[in-house]
């Protein structure tokens, strides 16, 4: 499978890449996605967005569609890791992008993983998690995590016994995209800016 049209940002010559997909429901346009992206290349590092074919078609038909089996948007991965070389690479994304590129982390021998807003579990179905593969996961890993997702929150996700090479750190009462209520006295641009500042400073550990 060919790489998909790759949008970048940031300095060519940054010495870390990062590679981020999209979730679901939104493409690589979306306020998130282009808030992260024009965030951490105005830290110093290289942004790389895509959008799996789905999303692609939806752009061109402007018809929505449910994403594409798991197989495909592996493979969808592994063609952007391969074009843009794993070293110096870190990948991840917005919910389902992040648990793809999870899936396909080990085997590329990406320099590590960064997942913003993990779906845990679907909504309302706490019982099925999707954790197995994260608890053998040998990528360095930073997930950040609203405290209200409803994909898995803060009362729940301590429980799910993952390794301590993965990092969990809390955006203060977020839902899935981090946003907190009025009343808990913090701000989308709070906790979206904290965000930015933990993947910066994760990004430049690796090392």
């Not at 939806?58 to 569609?65: A, E, I, Q, V």
């Not at 089996?69 to 389902?96: F, H, N, Q, Y």
């Not at 429980?159 to 981090?178: A, K, M, N, Q, V």
Request: a negative charge.
């Amino acid at each position: 499978m060919p790489a998909p049209e790759l949008l970048i940002d940031g300095p060519a010559d940054a010495d870390w890449t990062i590679a981020l997909a999209h979730g679901a429901g939104a493409g690589m346009e979306s306020d998130f996605m282009a808030f992260f992206a024009e965030h951490l290349a105005k830290a110093g590092l290289r942004v790389v967005r895509f959008e799996f074919p789905y999303m692609q078609q939806r752009r061109t038909s402007g018809k929505k569609s449910p994403p594409n089996r798991e197989p495909v948007l592996r493979e969808t991965w592994l063609a952007v890791i391969e074009e843009l070389g794993a070293d110096k690479l870190v990948i991840g994304g917005k919910s389902m992008g992040g648990r793809i590129a999870s899936l396909v982390a080990d085997e590329a021998g990406v320099a590590g993983l960064v997942c913003l807003g993990y779906p845990f579990h679907p909504v309302g179905k706490p019982d099925r998690l999707r954790v197995e593969h994260l608890r053998e996961l040998s990528t360095p890993t930073l997930i950040l995590q609203g405290e209200r997702d409803t994909f898995g929150n803060r009362e729940e996700v301590p429980g799910y016994s993952l390794p301590g090479e993965i990092r969990i750190e809390w955006l203060p009462d977020g839902d899935h995209s981090f946003k907190p209520r009025k009343k808990s006295g913090h701000t989308l641009e709070q906790n979206w800016t904290s965000a930015i500042e933990s993947i910066v400073q994760f990004v430049t550990g690796l090392g």
